[in-house]
């Protein structure tokens, strides 16, 4: 890893650099997710199939499915500190890099991750596995075997016995003793309120996705007002619509035959087939415990068709006949049934205790007693509806009952579909790239840990008010301490990055990223004509 100052004599920058506010439209609220983001949204090939341009067509060149690193393991680990200071990080015995005091996270990488699933069975730390593209896993647990075959990632809560074979690939495993002493997990009942509204937000957004809703802004107003206008289908609300019937897609392709034109179709169908396997794969949303649930108001909600028993033997689990988005909606059902006032109240309790749906279940592959496995290749962003690139952040869930979210950790992906092979500023790569620095408060703080698995990056810190350049090689890292402003500026190879958030802190309030303008003097071009320079120098 090298630091490179830029050249003074090139540039002539004053010391003072000032703080943006967070841009409009960069916060999540109620209605972000239902505004056009072509940057995350799939485009249709009507020459056949569709382009998952999920990060590249507003991002060109980048996959938010596939990642494959050639470093087989981490040769080099630096911390880097808001004032400056930069120091290597010993890698243990056990192949491990310390990377965050108060939680005691690890990560292990490539054939030190390998050698320490070999020998653990008992996972004594919540942990993340990583699974890359073109590789895999097995896990065995629960009395079941799980194949991750790309692109995923096992939870495992802490004291979870597990066997976890490495079928291929360099894969990414992180241990984390405990959660800040800060941190308040993503939870139905949290005791911070904006935390709280944030949960009522997501449950509202997941509640259209889990029920196969489609978001107009993806099909266009004149194919929703055919399908609303032949009864084929309804405005939900907030920017969706739902079809009176889901049936299998080439069986709704055939119905919608003489309303649809035929490239009106392939949007439709594209959308509509993701909508539809989203609505089945979701369904553990809607499988909640029964514990605490009056047995009379229980046969009750069973005989009107609101819950159904599951006949489960381990478990005493009861399914929702429906996705309720919100508690008015779920009180106006009730009433319509007869319910009367203290049924409705027992109701919506359980309902606030056991609802789910401000979690993220897209992607979900394996749901047990403290252990989850999703695929990346089917997750959904909840602001946008298109592909997502993070592997687990805090809305995930990792266990099957406890209404508690881990992992304390967010991990993201990123490369390249080709080979640069002269060194490109990275806006190039990826659009949305800027100066910026991760959530701190008196008593909060967020660490990123930026990996680069293959090809090599350079990265823009603001030191002193003055822009400094890191480069990092294949199979280096470094840690930015929180407070560190800083942007990924060149790339160069077939470059392929991981992320590490420390904390996951999606859920909360607070913007998680702060936005700056440069220093005075310089901008996002000069600093990566600079980066660029320095990635051809080495």
């Known amino acids: 890893m090298q630091i490179f100052s830029i050249n003074s004599n090139n540039f002539k920058p004053k010391s003072v650099y000032t703080k943006n506010a967070q841009k409009p439209g960069r916060v999540l609220n109620k209605y972000s997710y239902a505004n056009k983001e072509t940057g995350f949204t799939p485009s249709i090939n009507f020459s056949g199939g ?96 799980i194949s991750v075959d790309s692109d995923g990632v096992v939870h495992l809560r802490n004291g979870k016995n597990a066997k976890i074979t490495v079928l291929g690939g360099n894969p990414l495993v992180i241990t984390s003793k405990k959660a800040p002493d800060w ?91 993701r909508a539809w396997k989203l609505k089945i794969s979701t369904k553990e949303a809607r499988r909640v415990s029964a514990k605490g649930l009056d047995s009379k108001l229980r046969e009750k909600l069973k005989e009107n068709k609101v819950i159904f028993d599951l006949n489960e033997t381990e478990k005493d689990r009861v399914f929702w006949g429906r996705t309720y988005g919100s508690k008015a909606e779920l009180e106006k059902a009730l009433k319509d049934l007869g319910f009367s006032k203290k049924e409705i109240e027992n109701t919506v309790n359980f309902w606030k205790q056991t609802n789910k749906l401000g979690f993220d279940y897209s992607g979900l592959k394996y749901l047990g007693d403290d252990v989850a496995v999703y695929s990346l290749k089917d997750r959904i962003n909840n602001r946008t509806g298109g592909p997502q690139y993070w592997y687990s952040f805090s809305v995930v869930v990792p266990s099957a009952e406890d209404g508690c ?71 280096e890292g470094i840690v930015l301490e929180p407070g560190v402003v800083h942007c990924v500026s060149a790339a160069k190879g077939n470059y392929k990055q991981l992320v590490c958030q420390v904390p996951a802190i999606n859920h909360y309030s607070n913007p998680i990223k702060i936005e700056y303008d440069f220093p005075e003097g310089y901008d996002a071009d000069t600093t990566s004509q600079m980066a660029v320079r320095e990635l051809e120098s080495i």
């Not at 690193?69 to 880097?80: C, H, M, N, Q």
């Not at 079809?243 to 179709?265: A, I, Q, W």
């Not at 408060?441 to 008010?465: C, F, H, M, N, W």
């Open 50 to 145: 569709v382009n998952f341009n999920g990060i590249r067509g507003y991002f060109p060149n980048i996959s938010p499915v596939s990642f494959q690193g050639t470093a087989e393991s981490l040769k080099k680990l630096d911390i880097y500190s808001a004032d400056g200071k930069r120091k290597s990080v010993e890698k243990a015995e056990d192949g491990s890099y310390l990377v965050d005091f108060e939680t005691e996270t690890r990560i292990y990488y490539g054939k030190d991750a390998k050698n320490f699933l070999n020998s653990t069975t008992v996972f004594e730390d919540d942990t993340q596995i990583i699974s890359p593209h073109g590789a895999g896993l097995k896990i065995e647990t629960d009395g079941r075997e």
């Open 183 to 273: 941190y308040e997990r993503y939870t139905n009942n949290p005791k911070d309120e904006s935390i709280g509204a944030k949960q009522r937000e997501l449950s509202n957004i997941y509640a259209h996705f889990y029920g196969g809703h489609i978001r107009v802004v993806d099909l266009g107003d004149e194919i929703k007002d055919k399908l609303i206008t032949s009864g084929q289908a309804k405005d939900s609300g907030d920017g969706f619509i739902e079809m009176k019937k889901y049936y299998l897609p080439d069986f709704t392709e055939h119905l919608l035959g003489d309303v649809l034109s035929e490239d009106e179709m392939k949007v439709f169908k594209h959308y509509y087939e």
């Open 405 to 475: 979210s881990s992992p304390y950790i967010g991990v993201s992906e990123m490369h390249t579909d080709k080979e640069y092979k002269e060194a490109v500023p990275f806006r190039q790569i990826w659009g949305a790239e800027v100066l910026h620095s991760h959530f701190i408060s008196p008593r909060k703080y967020q660490r990123e840990l930026y990996l680069v698995t293959e090809g090599e990056g350079a990265l823009t810190v603001i030191e002193d008010g003055e822009p400094k350049t890191i480069v990092l090689k294949t199979g």
